[in-house]
């Protein structure tokens, strides 16, 4: 609470109302002016500690639901849902639909769920244990300070003992928690890609892993044992439901940890802007994949050094997404579920390991750069499947003109490919490519 401002002006508002209280009687209990109160109710005030106390001492409820996800995701979820031509003749602004949410957040958040019902996209339609987990994800953008301090602590700590990241994290793990790395057959561990021997003590991986799959697994095996207290507060915090969902968030902050500790975040953001966030160059220099440097890219929001606001998306050959982080980028190419195929996301199937570019632009104007580029997780055995999903990253055109990739590009007036957020929610005409009628 002392490190971050808490705005919750509708919160407080409706506490007031609730309890039949004008403003002038409720800063008369809370022991302030009733222009500071409503100061704080526009969210022109954060509440400051000794305010939330008296607020819990005298209105008996939970202080902890103050922190709870915006209303329908926030402005910029609702923004992009009333860009779809339903409601291009309503001149809504950002101030609008501030007020709208501070003064009414629960009919904020009910046209959220009926949209999204009815046009078939959003969290609506995912499996409520995972739409609950990306939501608390979604809420931190995905960015979260104190576990990358800690990594980014721990990273300089081992570079001191050796340039070797996966020898020194195996170090670590031998020396402070005795524990070994042990490298097994395929043979000998057939069903899985790593498994915890604490009865032999041993992390033991498997030799389909990649170099980098291999530090990835190690550092985080490190971020269970060593940040273990901030990963549970971040758990505990979210209160979930659910047990799937918190194992779910437990796992990406475990690989959020890891990513960090492998790209430090100071070390990674200088290299990004040397390199004109070059991700064939960041994966050399920080011994990482394709995929963990794309989903490092959506992370980097640190107050005072911000990176690019990348979005991330994994599809498979089907087009189902099995990642997707949006990141600060507030892109409804994620939000979505449903996709385009004129999107050249699609077409990195079509060529294996090479990157795709591609310029696209939206019904409403705005146009995003992209990314993508094949990725198989492990290698697969003679006569197997072999698993290959095509990892697109992003941001919006205005800001993209720093990549490498984006040079020759006109990215303000040159061609782009016009795309839709799926079929059904796509009134262009005469697209090729129609499977649906717009809802």
């Known amino acids: 609470m002392a490190e971050q401002k808490l705005f919750a002006g509708a919160a407080v508002r409706r506490i007031r109302r609730a309890n039949g209280l004008t403003q002038t009687?409720?800063?008369?209990?809370?022991?302030?002016?009733?222009?500071?109160?409503?100061?704080?109710?526009?969210?022109?005030?954060?509440?400051?500690?000794?305010?939330?106390?008296?607020l819990a001492e005298r209105f008996d409820f939970d202080a902890r639901t103050l922190t709870g996800a915006a209303p329908g995701g926030g402005v910029e979820a609702i923004k992009r849902r009333l860009s779809d031509p339903l409601f291009a003749d309503l001149n809504l602004d950002r101030l609008q639909?501030?007020?709208?949410i501070a003064a009414a957040p629960d009919a904020a958040e009910a046209f959220a769920r009926a949209y999204d019902r009815l046009s078939g996209t959003g969290p609506a339609q995912e499996a409520d244990a995972i739409a609950a987990a990306r939501t608390e994800i979604e809420r931190w953008r995905n960015h979260f300070a104190d576990l990358d301090a800690q990594a980014e602590a721990l990273a300089d700590e081992l570079r001191l003992g050796s340039a070797d990241l996966y020898g020194a994290i195996a170090e670590r793990l031998r020396v402070k928690h005795q524990l070994g790395i042990r490298i097994l057959p395929v043979d000998v561990l057939p069903d899985r890609l790593k498994r915890l021997d604490l009865h032999a003590r041993q992390l033991q991986l498997s030799e389909?892993?990649?170099?980098?799959?291999?530090?990835?697994?190690?550092?985080?095996?490190?971020?269970?044992?060593?940040?273990?207290?901030?990963?549970?507060?971040?758990?505990?915090?979210?209160?979930?439901a659910e047990r799937a969902s918190e194992r779910l968030f437990r796992r990406h902050l475990n690989s959020y940890f890891?990513?960090?500790?492998?790209?430090?975040?100071?070390?990674?953001?200088?290299?990004?802007?040397?390199?004109?966030?070059?991700?064939?160059?960041?994966?050399?220099?920080?011994?990482?994949?394709?995929?963990q440097v794309a989903h490092r890219l959506t992370t980097l929001q640190r107050v005072g050094a911000r990176g690019l606001p990348f979005f991330m998306i994994r599809i498979d050959r089907a087009g189902q997404s099995s990642k997707r982080y949006a990141g600060a980028s507030a892109s409804p190419l994620v939000e979505t579920d449903a996709r385009c195929p004129l999107w050249q996301l699609h077409h990195a199937f079509d060529r294996p390991g090479?990157?795709?570019?591609?310029?696209?632009?939206?019904?409403?104007?705005?146009?995003?750069f992209t990314l993508a580029r094949t990725v198989q997780p492990q290698a697969g055995r003679d006569g197997g499947y072999s698993t290959i999903f095509a990892v697109g990253v992003g941001l919006d055109?205005?800001?993209?003109a720093p990549l490498t990739a984006a040079r020759g590009i006109d990215l303000t007036s040159g061609e782009a490919t016009p795309i839709g957020l799926g079929c059904r929610a796509c009134t262009r005409p005469d697209c090729p490519q129609r499977s649906a009628p717009p809802a």
Do not use: H
């Open 258 to 291: 890891a990513a960090a500790l492998m790209m430090p975040y100071a070390r990674f953001l200088r290299a990004c802007e040397a390199t004109g966030y070059d991700i064939a160059l960041l994966q050399r220099r920080f011994g990482a994949g394709f995929e």
């Open 25 to 54: 009687a409720m800063a008369e209990a809370l022991a302030v002016s009733p222009s500071y109160l409503n100061l704080i109710e526009r969210n022109q005030r954060p509440l400051t500690a000794a305010i939330l106390l008296r």
């Open 208 to 240: 389909l892993l990649d170099p980098a799959s291999r530090s990835f697994a190690a550092a985080s095996e490190l971020a269970t044992l060593e940040a273990r207290a901030e990963i549970d507060g971040l758990v505990k915090g979210a209160g979930f």
């Open 397 to 400: 055109a205005k800001l993209a």
């Open 354 to 368: 090479q990157l795709v570019r591609n310029l696209v632009e939206l019904e409403d104007g705005s146009r995003w």
């Open 97 to 100: 639909l501030e007020d709208w």
